[in-house]
């Protein structure tokens, strides 16, 4: 590629590609330098009880999050667009398609879980009446979920603003930065991991654990965290909707790493798992179709027709 296409290029984007890089870098930074916030304002004050001290961590992370929009919408000069309605497709934020902004994604994620599932089945099953007295509890597990604080954070706040600030605000900036959609969903991650490295930090010196084991366990989390964001990613480029993405990440969390083995099962969850495997790679590009979750295709990269701002 010639100097002068290359000039060209960036002259097309709306934003450098260092600015876009080091803005995504600084909201990772910043998300997680918020939350803990509560910390040090509560060793300067009397102490609260636990349920309190993540009510305040979810408020910085609403804040954290409200920033990086704003921030967001500043780069990429979204004030020169008419209204709410055409800014908030920026952000994957859109009514129509809804119903296949959930169900697909979430169909699609639950093939990893097959194994997972059947495992539960067969625990349901060995025990007399195991279905329907789990029925019967659904209620009773909903009301414990709401009144526990660890639940709102995992299938609520975490979910919703880490997606907002992760996928939402990056990926915008990203592709109107110039970056490839490829490089784009391996790059996200690197972000996305970053402010996960905090773990290390609560495990070493607040939970006591040894330097190695702590490097061991954030390791392994930076590993799936590191997939979970290409899938998130890829979800979110593909479908130009934001609801996907958070729905995937609030039923992984809800289900955890997947089950490919047991025992007592003899094989038949591993069989399970690895169809699973095989029928999500097999639907992944057919079940995330733009056109299934978008009116029309005009040609933008993004779908949500932002890259209408390097015209």
Same mark, same amino acid.
């Given at each position: ?31 997680? #330098? ?12 009397? /102490? ?30 979204? #004030? ?24 697909? /994604? ?48 995992n299938y609520f706040v975490a979910p919703i603003t880490e997606e907002v600030v992760f996928r939402a605000c990056m990926i915008p900036l990203l592709l109107c930065a110039g970056f490839s959609t490829t490089l ?73 790493? /997947? ?26 590009? /057919? ?25």
């Amino acid at each position: 590629m010639s100097t002068t296409s290359v000039e060209e290029e960036e002259e097309d984007a709306s934003i450098s590609k260092s600015t876009a890089v080091l803005a995504c870098g600084a909201m990772a930074v910043f998300y997680v #330098a918020v939350l803990y916030a509560p910390t040090g304002l509560l060793r300067m004050s009397t /102490p609260v009880s636990r349920d309190h001290y993540f009510l305040r961590r979810f408020v910085c992370a609403a804040i954290s999050t409200a920033l990086s929009v704003a921030a967001t919408s500043y780069l990429l000069r979204l #004030a020169q667009l008419e209204g709410l309605s055409a800014m908030l497709p920026v952000f994957g934020l859109r009514t129509h398609h809804l119903w296949q902004a959930v169900l697909l /994604p979430l169909s699609l994620t639950s093939l990893i879980y097959l194994g997972s599932f059947l495992c539960k089945l067969h625990a349901h099953s060995s025990t007399q009446n195991g279905f329907i007295s789990c029925v019967k509890q659904l209620p009773q597990g909903l009301a414990r979920c709401a009144r526990n604080v660890m639940s709102w954070r995992n299938y609520f706040v975490a979910p919703i603003t880490e997606e907002v600030v992760f996928r939402a605000c990056m990926i915008p900036l990203l592709l109107c930065a110039g970056f490839s959609t490829t490089l784009i969903i391996f790059l996200c991650p690197m972000f996305f991991s970053l402010a996960h490295l905090n773990h290390f930090i609560e495990l070493y010196y607040q939970g006591g654990h040894s330097f190695s084991r702590a490097l061991l366990v954030v390791g392994f989390q930076l590993c799936y965290t590191v997939v979970f964001g290409w899938y998130a990613a890829f979800l979110f480029i593909r479908t130009g909707t934001l609801i996907a993405p958070i729905v995937a990440h609030i039923f992984c969390n809800y289900m955890g790493l /997947p089950t490919f083995h047991a025992s007592h099962m003899r094989g038949l969850e591993t069989i399970a798992f690895l169809a699973g495997v095989v029928g999500f790679f097999t639907l992944l590009f /057919p079940a995330t179709r733009p056109n299934l979750y978008n009116h029309r295709i005009t040609g933008c990269n993004c779908w949500q027709a932002y890259c209408i701002l390097r015209q």
